[in-house]
């Protein structure tokens, strides 16, 4: 089990006094709360999309130590416990349609079976994923999307939540998200996954 911080206990029992996650099961509840957690944004109680599978696929990957790839080196750098990579480094300054994209192809295509994808900053990283699963390129276990913006944010997670992904995405509505927000949901499976 894993030890945690008295400030976070009494955070946790704000949080619970303040939002009623009650609609949400066990382990999506603890996705969401996590989320709150990070970003002291209580929408995220009623705007969280949590596939029917994809805690638990997310845990059983986790488990079976699967690759995890991130969009970003920010939402990397936020995932703990875990052999975690980017590959923005794999791309030139003029990655198409952008440098994140172009990296979670690279990402997406060589990590072909059962990897957890994390985008929390790149609305284009999130849609080239989709892009590369509807190819027959990779097969990932979670996909966790939030992707934070005024431009393709929203639309990018309204895709993935229509696509055949939903059922083991972790998503949103709407244009909040973020690197810290898309670390806190995995980092929510992840302690599930080690306790």
């Known amino acids: 089990m894993t030890a945690i911080h008295p400030i976070e206990l009494e955070s946790y029992r704000i949080l619970r006094e303040r939002v009623d996650l009650s609609h949400l099961g066990g382990g999506a509840a603890a996705v969401v709360a996590r989320m709150i957690h990070a970003s002291a944004d209580v929408e995220y109680a009623t705007t969280t999309v949590v596939g029917e599978h994809a805690v638990d696929a997310g845990i059983a990957a986790m488990r079976a130590g699967a690759p995890v790839v991130t969009d970003v080196e920010m939402t990397r750098v936020g995932l703990s416990g875990v052999d975690r990579r980017c590959f923005l480094d794999h791309v030139g300054p003029a990655g198409r349609p952008t440098r994140s994209a172009a990296a979670m192809r690279i990402g997406a295509t ?74 806190a949901a995995f980092n929510a499976i992840a302690r599930s996954a080690r306790d």
Do not use: W, Y
């Open 110 to 183: 060589e990590h072909r079976d059962g990897a957890i994808f994390v985008v929390g900053c790149a609305p284009t990283a999130l849609i080239e994923l989709m892009a590369v699963v509807d190819e027959g390129r990779t097969r990932p276990a979670l996909v966790i999307g939030l992707p934070v913006g005024f431009v393709g944010a929203a639309e990018s997670k309204e895709l993935l939540r229509q696509s055949p992904l939903a059922s083991i995405a972790i998503t949103n509505i709407g244009e909040k998200g973020g690197s810290a927000v898309a670390a």
